[in-house]
């Protein structure tokens, strides 16, 4: 905030990690029936934002949910057959904790929902919509090709018609792509392959960049995020220091420059 950038504040609604195989909800909140879920994730939203708000750290984006493609605070807000219901409710509470906190705001926070990858985003959105989730502002995609299969140019047609479809904008929201295949402890977690034509090297990481966020473009959308690229400790075992944007020992690499390309508009 203090250089003048703009913060997403993804909240996952739970302990630990919530993701599309985790959705567990807080200690203090298990085995709570949906109408107190719905006041809990309401008064913790706007509880939140107004704490940020007395410290003048208030964010320009804000997600309800964190890869929420079976649902959130699961059991109670799981999708159960193509059953939306519950999932709405607690999607819609903290939609409103946003928007009420909007109202005596100066800075009013979009709103993200992130289901999570590209495939599902039809699905999901519509599924939502039917059962009234509609005031938000922006689908997040996470986009990984090797999970995910799809290239740059069907990504880009996707977006087009996300953005046709729901009349909102659209955001890669997570993305990464690795500098190399070794590690700093010398065992690798994961070897990543050459993915949309790109080499894993960092050359292989910038070109990459550069090539989605041109996509992400040219289909409409408006703009990537990257997860997560300041994390060089490997303390998670999860070899995340091998997507970053710096090298073991802190060194900016040149991926870090994606941010100032000369894109086509």
Known sequence: ?????????????????????????????????????????????????????ALNLIPEMVQI???????????????????????????????????????????????????????????WFNGI?????????????????????????????LIGQLKSTFNKKVLIVETNYQWTNASQDGVVYHEQTVLNGFEVSAAGQLAYHKALTQAVIDGGGMGVMVWEPAWISNAQNWGQELIAFFDFTGKALPGLQFMHQPYKF
């Open 129 to 157: 919509e039917g059962k009234g989730v509609k005031d938000y502002d922006i689908i997040g995609i996470s986009y990984y090709e090797e999970w995910t299969k799809i290239k740059l140019d069907p990504l880009k047609t």
């Open 1 to 53: 905030k203090d250089l003048g950038m703009a913060v997403n504040l993804d909240f996952h609604y739970s302990d630990t990690w919530a993701d599309p195989y985790s959705q567990a909800p807080p200690a203090a909140w298990a085995g709570k029936g949906l109408s107190v879920l719905k006041d809990s994730v309401y008064n913790y939203t706007i509880g939140v934002l107004e704490h940020l708000k």
């Open 65 to 123: 949910g964190n890869e929420t493609l079976p649902g959130m605070l699961l059991p109670e807000g799981k999708i159960d057959n193509n059953d939306f219901s519950n999932l709405a409710v607690l999607l819609n509470s903290g939609i409103k904790a946003v928007r009420d906190f909007s109202q005596h705001s100066t800075i009013k926070p979009l709103i993200i929902l992130h289901p999570a990858n590209p495939q599902d985003q039809q699905w």
